[in-house]
T-cell receptor
Framework: EAQVTQNPRYLITVTGKKLTVTCSQN?????MSWYRQDPGLGLRQIYY???????DKGDVPEGYKVSRKEKRNFPLILESPSPNQTSLYFC????????????FGPGTRLTVT | AQSVAQPEDQVNVAEGNPLTVKCTYS??????LFWYVQYPNRGLQFLLK??????LVKGSYGFEAEFNKSQTSFHLKKPSALVSDSALYFC??????????FGKGTRLHILP
């Protein structure tokens, strides 16, 4: 089954404790992306990657890091989480370029206290 | 600046009535436009897209969308709403460099 998986699905952590949210897709997509969803603000892009070793900032990259060492994986790293990073995070993938739709993971709900 | 606007935070429609969820966009060049739906506690699911050609695009679950270049709009429509259509709907546009821009979402309530 074609899918995007994220782990963990739920995470409660404390300010400053480094964390990684993993994302993996099995569709051989070149393009992968991270979004955060906040009430009233919709979906905002954090980082995206058009292929292995190629990453670009989205609209809200501050406080986040990503890496793309393999085509299927695109982890999101919060080196020093803060309470304003409490949010619902989605990973997505698609064929790069052109008019292709994205496939979304189930989401990771992160709470930073 | 490239952007997507969904002017209504919430739309209420009686079951069986037609529904419209509005979206306008601002992007250079020919746009690729998308609609996604999010059910509670789920990720986003693709509904339909406009690439080129026919201005009326048909998608999943009986939804369709009308592209209007002069008004830079891409409104989502359905002739007869179902209670199960109640969800959060997002309009999106593919901008340059494959950057995807989403609107803030419109919550659709279908009243039985």
């Amino acid at each position: 089954e074609a899918q995007v998986t994220q782990n963990p699905r739920y995470l409660i952590t404390v300010t400053g404790k480094k964390l990684t949210v993993t994302c993996s897709q099995n569709m051989n997509h070149e393009y992968m992306s991270w979004y955060r969803q906040d009430p009233g603000l919709g979906l905002r892009q954090i980082y995206y990657s058009m292929n292995v070793e190629v990453t670009d900032k989205g609209d809200v990259p501050e406080g986040y890091k990503v890496s793309r060492k393999e085509k299927r994986n695109f982890p999101l790293i919060l080196e020093s989480p803060s309470p304003n990073q409490t949010s619902l995070y989605f990973c997505a993938s698609k064929v790069a370029g052109g008019p292709y739709e994205q496939y979304f993971g189930p989401g990771t709900r992160l709470t930073v206290t | 600046a490239q952007s997507v606007a969904q002017p209504e935070d919430q739309v209420n429609v009686a079951e069986g009535n037609p529904l419209t969820v509005k979206c306008t966009y601002s992007v250079s060049g020919n746009p690729y436009l998308f609609w996604y739906v999010q059910y509670p506690n789920r990720g986003l699911q693709f509904l339909l897209k406009y690439i080129t050609g026919d201005n009326l695009v048909k998608g999943s679950y009986g939804f369709e969308a009308e592209f209007n270049k002069s008004q830079t709009s891409f409104h989502l429509k359905k002739p007869s709403a179902l209670v199960s259509d109640s969800a959060l709907y997002f309009c999106a546009v593919r901008a340059r460099d494959d950057k995807i821009i989403f609107g803030k979402g419109t919550r659709l309530h279908i009243l039985p």
